[in-house]
């Protein structure tokens, strides 16, 4: 089993930023990719974006594109996710993920590719 705890989300003003980290413990030499979603309310879960961990391919949902940035650091089994220009529209519970594989063959953004989820972070955007 691998666990995933997430960590700083907040309430911040447009425009604002915030990082997002999440640790993964247990079984971790399952990680091949790591991946943050997103769930505002009355939403669907939405794909954010998403990091190898071997060879650091980067993946981006289009919303985020500019302003989000993942990165990882293998030795202490953690993803980040730093947030910039955000607008309300970026309110949500962000929730962490981890995968052993991409179980379609390649990389795709569908949350059934992942094997163990985080509890979420709230993160809140005022206008």
């Known amino acids: 089993q691998v666990q995933l705890v997430e960590s700083g989300g907040g309430l911040v003003q447009a425009g604002g930023s915030l990082r997002l980290s999440c640790k993964a413990s247990?079984?971790?030499?399952?990680?091949?990719?790591m991946g943050w979603f997103r769930q505002a309310p009355g939403k669907e879960r939405e794909f954010v974006t998403a990091?190898?961990?071997?060879?650091?391919?980067?993946y981006y949902a289009d919303s985020v594109k500019g302003r989000f940035t993942i990165s990882r650091d293998n030795a202490k089994n953690t993803v980040y996710l730093q947030m910039n220009s955000l607008s309300p529209e970026d309110a949500a519970i962000y929730y962490c993920?981890?995968?052993?594989?991409?179980?379609?063959?390649?990389?795709?953004?569908?949350?059934?590719?992942?094997?163990?989820w985080g509890q979420g972070t709230q993160v809140t955007v005022s206008s």
């Open positions: 993920a981890l995968t052993s594989k991409w179980y379609s063959g390649s990389y795709s953004g569908s949350q059934y590719e992942y094997d163990f």
């Open positions: 247990g079984r971790t030499f399952l990680i091949y990719a």
């Open positions: 990091i190898t961990w071997s060879g650091g391919n980067t």
